[in-house]
């Protein structure tokens, strides 16, 4: 393959931005070699400034779960140009855009759209310091919700895949009201709360972990996130800014059936824009300005593009509910094949259509049975994948995503690919 034009752009980039980048996993350090320029997107595939065609399953972190262009989106974003791109007023779309929300994840009874998960996660936790009038969050490790300065303790993604432990310029006074704890363990969550109790604002959790590569939650374990938050007047706080309508219409939430207090979102609601969203109770969301005294606020928060274009995306998945079925049984015929292939030297965790190989023998459960696997091992297989065309997160530590636009074709090179690269 040849990859100059994605080379001589690299270089340029270095100049230009941190990494060349504008996103640190995009820099493609932790599988050696260069991150590829891309030029355009078309249903399950990408291509690269050099005419390279690739499968992809990044899906842009998780958003594309129609794949890139899909036709909806695109009108919808077409008719928009002709209205224009923002009024800093609120329009029509954006109550039709919340209500469908609303009627997809109940628990959300109100919302605040915004414009990136880093965002809704912020404010999610400032709500639950201001209902609460506490200042303690819980999260756990390798779980990341975006760059927010004290939910940047042990978190996963970039972090986790750069060997980053804490993030350098965030004050030791805002990661002190950071307690973190091993996703999974009820032991540790038992014990926070009895010697932190009365102190702790929220439990903030991504339901399935994406982001230390894909990781399920035990069985009962977010029943007794729900259950210990409820016993000590705590908030519960489910981030599916990644699961959110991708493990199901109604989210991680419907599938493990548990009522957070808050949500975050973000991703997928956007169809490839950018806009996220949190909110939950009323009565917790009623202490967001202007009704009550937490502020928070957006120059370009729920813009008519990219309501548009997240309007489209909820509106198609709500009219073809077989899209959740028909997407997770590909991604599991990927993972069982792959699977078969490489043995037991990898374990493939995989929820609905999100999933990771894990080159480990043994079971990843949390942070630290993921940092177990063999980081070089994946590298090469990432290499090995991509010169026949496959393009996979360049992490060990990020979920790998199918869209609606993968065919069952596409799974079968994918697992022919793998076979041989394993080898
Ligand atoms: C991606 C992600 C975020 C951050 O969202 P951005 O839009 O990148 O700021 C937060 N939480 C989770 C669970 C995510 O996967």
Redesign the pocket.
Known sequence: MNHSKSRALFEKAQKLMPGGVN?PVRAFRAVGGDPLFMARGEGAHLVDVDGNRYLDYVGS??PLLLGHRHPAVIEALRETLEIGTSFGAPTEREVEFTALIRQAAPSIEMMRLVN??????MSAIRVARGFTGRELIVKFEG?????VDSLLVKAG?GVATLGIADSVGVPAAFSATTIALPFNSAEAIEEAFRRHGERIAAVIV?PVV??MGCVPPAPGFLALLRDATERHGSLLIF?????GFRLAWGGAQQRFSIRPDLT?L??VIGGGL?I?AYGGRTDVMSCVAPLGPVYQAGTLSGNPLAVAGGLAMLRTLEQHPEIYDQVEQRTARLCDGVARAAGPKLTVNRVGSMFTFFFTSSPVTDYESAKRSDTAAYAKFFRAMLERGVYLPPSQFEAAFLSGAHTDEDIAKTVAAAAEALT
Do not use: L, Q, R
């Not at 779980?143 to 760059?147: E, P």
């Not at 981030?239 to 699961?243: A, L, N, S």
């Open positions: 996103s972190w998780g990136s998960g880093t965002e809704a996660t779980c990341y919700h975006g760059h993604s991504e994406g982001n981030d599916e800014v990644m699961t975050t973000g991703k950018p996220a």
